[in-house]
């Protein structure tokens, strides 16, 4: 009962009067900055969840969870079937796949371009990356086919887009390291077929990235049976060095891991530093709605003392009344979380559904801005606002508990 009678007081102090419209707006004012603050964190951090997931997502997608090399490149990884053999049977891994990379030129369509040619085998490889398995068109059928003369190339829709390669058309594939003579290394040119489009949805694998099988790259790089990498997918990202530290034991003094977080630090490190400092930003504006909640209340004090003193002589005690203004702090810190989550949830649904925001993809990877809020941060994000509004009424509250129902009651 106590408590009912602290809320309709501070309910009733919180409508407008005919005497206290300022007081009134204020309030508004306040209602409304805690709602900013609250709309905008929301946003902003599944703006930050969303960029986060997706780059992720499209990176994982497109490359191994953890890499296996060796710690001085020298003359490539040899039999390597048998130390990948032995790698499958650790526990956490779900997939191990030989892979031969190389920095390449290829030439045969209007525009020639440079590109990373990676040399895969093709069921091994599909248990690593989803670009095998995101072909827009062509097949994988002449990739596996080894007899293929010449051999089969995919390249990623954007490089078809930059380069005007086709689908079925004779590309040439230039090795810098080329083939070695008595005068030293030659540049040679291989043709390729191109015999599938694919598309991971990550810009620079789309334009940057070529695939074929290992032994068409061994040939075209002039090499023997050797891998320069063995690409391993796990069941538990997050216990990624964990894992790869167990991998190397097993590999070997030679080899060396690299992880998917190492891979990506520079990233992954801008997307934390942006969090922070967007939360610190936004978080001065929960100040300035505080600083409005902590002025209103000021006023209502100042504006309420011939009530506070009638409540008193009637019997409410010091507690009641401090408990009343900070009723009224809290409430209007409960109003405005309310609305900031409404339209923060709400406005982050619509732009992630219907892609309002577009972005150049050549520099951000990604066509939209997306937004993926997580319901964690509908928890914390009001509980701190409605911290910050609680706080910004002690002395207001502490303030009225100091009248003397006497002194106030006096010339009345």
């Known amino acids: 009962m106590t408590s009912r009678f602290e809320l309709f007081i501070a309910r009733r102090y919180l409508r407008a009067h005919r005497k206290e419209k300022v007081i009134s707006v204020i309030t508004v004012i306040s209602v409304a900055g805690v709602a900013a603050g609250v709309m905008a964190l929301i946003i902003a951090l599944a703006v930050n969840n969303g960029f986060r997931n997706t780059l992720q997502r499209n990176l994982l997608g497109a490359m191994a969870d953890i890499n296996v090399m060796e710690k001085q490149p020298l003359y490539g990884i040899e039999n390597y079937e048998n130390l990948a053999s032995r790698l499958r049977k650790l526990p956490h891994i779900t997939a191990v796949a030989p892979a031969l990379y190389s920095e390449v030129y290829l030439t045969g369509g209007p525009q020639s371009t440079g590109a990373v040619l990676k040399g895969v085998d093709i069921d091994a490889e599909l248990g690593i990356s989803a670009a095998l398995g995101h072909l827009k068109e062509g097949s994988l059928a002449r990739l596996r086919d080894p007899h293929s003369d010449p051999p089969c190339l995919l390249i990623g829709v954007r490089m078809l887009d930059d380069t005007g390669m086709l689908l079925n058309s004779r590309v040439n594939v230039i090795s810098p390291q080329g083939e070695l003579t008595p005068f030293g290394p030659r540049e040679r040119s291989r043709p390729f077929h191109v015999c599938g489009i694919f598309e991971t949805g990550f810009f620079d694998f789309d334009d940057k990235w070529t695939y074929t099988s290992l032994a068409a790259a061994q040939k075209a790089l002039s090499l023997g049976d050797v891998i320069n990498r063995i690409e391993i997918n796990i069941d538990d990202l997050d216990r990624a060095p964990e894992i790869a530290k167990e991998i190397e034991k097993v590999a ?105 925001i577009s972005l150049p993809e050549s520099v951000y990877s990604m066509s939209f801005v997306p937004f993926e809020p997580r319901w964690m941060d509908g928890i914390w994000v009001p509980a701190a606002a409605i911290l910050v509004s609680f706080l910004a009424t002690l002395y207001p509250a502490r303030n009225a508990t100091r009248i003397s129902p006497a002194e106030v009651l006096r010339y009345e």
């Open 252 to 356: 070997g003094p030679k080899y060396t891991t690299t992880t998917w977080q190492e891979q990506n630090k520079q990233l992954l490190g801008a997307l934390n530093m942006e969090r922070r400092v967007t939360m610190i930003t936004i978080g001065l504006i929960e100040l300035v709605a505080a600083l409005n909640i902590f002025i209103t209340l000021v006023m209502m004090v100042m504006e309420k003392y011939r009530d506070i003193g009638v409540l008193m002589s009637m019997g409410a005690r010091r507690g009641q009344i401090r408990r009343i203004f900070m009723f009224q702090g809290i409430l209007i810190g409960v109003a405005g979380s309310a609305m900031g989550l409404v339209i923060g949830y709400t406005f982050s649904y619509l732009a992630n559904k219907y892609r309002w």
